[in-house]
């Protein structure tokens, strides 16, 4: 806390990094407040994708805390950082899925030079132009959006590697033995939609370079 005041955001992440991975699980509302501070001093550092993927886990472990207004204040309806337009929402969540699937195919997980960042890139914006383009995207609501962007299929270039099969993943609610739909209250207790909080879409950056 003090070097956050000293704007020392470099350091405080050092420390609250640090007990957040000695907290115990037995104190959930100790390791919610680490988490919280977590990404203030991500938010300061201008890294708000990691600053929200804090924020997700702080306000599960403590629904009433300061954690799930901010929360809430930072996140569209997919549960990604809330961009300048509704399109601009649509796009990232798009361009997560797309780019997700393709380096999970790869077995280091990263793109291995700007030429193939670049190539991927654009296949994926040249799609996403001609998905707008079709109208499908009007007036649906998020989670059908979201359901149209996961079964849309890109044949992405090789780069010499051979790309594993994409597999479906279904959201079931143990408890209930019943499959999720997206605007159905999470399972995990915290009263938000499924989609909006274990079901949110994590952005590139938090799946592959934290």
Not at 14 to 34: I, K, T
Not at 87 to 98: I, P, T, W
Not at 99 to 115: E, H, I, M, Q, V
Not at 181 to 190: I, T, V
Request: proline content about 5%; glycine content about 4%; charged content about 25%.
């Amino acid at each position: 806390m003090r070097a956050l005041a000293h704007h020392r955001p470099d350091l405080a992440l050092r420390r609250f990094r640090a007990a957040v991975a000695s907290c115990p699980a037995e104190s959930p509302e100790a390791l919610s407040r680490y988490l919280y501070w977590l990404a203030q001093s991500l938010l300061k550092l201008d890294q708000p994708e990691l600053a929200l993927k804090s924020l997700a886990s702080a306000q599960k472990l403590r629904p009433r805390g300061p954690a799930r207004a901010v929360y809430l204040q930072r996140i569209n309806d997919y549960g990604m950082c809330r961009r300048a337009s509704v399109e601009l929402d649509d796009f990232y969540a798009f361009y997560s899925l797309q780019a997700c699937a393709y380096l999970g195919s790869k077995p280091d997980r990263r793109f291995d030079s700007n030429t193939e960042k670049d190539a991927v890139t654009r296949l994926i914006a040249d799609a996403w132009r001609v998905l707008v383009g079709t109208g499908k995207l009007k007036k649906l609501p998020v989670a059908k959006k979201l359901k149209l962007f996961k079964a849309y299929t890109l044949a992405f270039p090789l780069f010499g590697l051979s790309q594993s099969r994409r597999c479906k993943t279904i959201a079931v609610d143990f408890r209930r033995n019943v499959a999720l739909k997206g605007d159905e209250r999470c399972f995990c207790g915290s009263g938000l939609p499924y989609i909006r909080c274990c079901g949110r879409t994590v952005s590139l950056r938090e799946s592959f370079f934290e």
